[in-house]
C-alpha cells in the first residue's frame, strides 16, 4: 500500500520521510499495533502515526 507525502510523492514500507518541520530522516515501517498504524523509526526517536498522516506532516525530500 502507497501513501502520497505532503509534497506529492509516492511512498510505501521501507521509505524514507522527513517531517514538514525537518526532523528525520524517518523510516516507514509496519507498526506492532498492526494496520491502520505505520511506525516512523529515526535514529533517536520512533514515531507512530496513521498513514494519512503522512500525507498531512511528511515530505519525500528533507524540506529547507
Known amino acids: 500500500m502507497a501513501w502520497k507525502t505532503k509534497d ?30 505505520l511506525l516512523l523509526v529515526g535514529d533517536t526517536e520512533e514515531r507512530t502515526h496513521k498513514p494519512e498522516d503522512i500525507t498531512r506532516y ?7
Open 8 to 37: 506529492g510523492v509516492k511512498v510505501d514500507i521501507g521509505s524514507t520521510v522527513w517531517s514538514q518541520n525537518g526532523d528525520g530522516p524517518f523510516i516507514i515501517n509496519p507498526h506492532p499495533l498492526g494496520r491502520g498504524f
Open 58 to 64: 511528511y515530505h519525500a525530500h528533507r524540506p529547507n
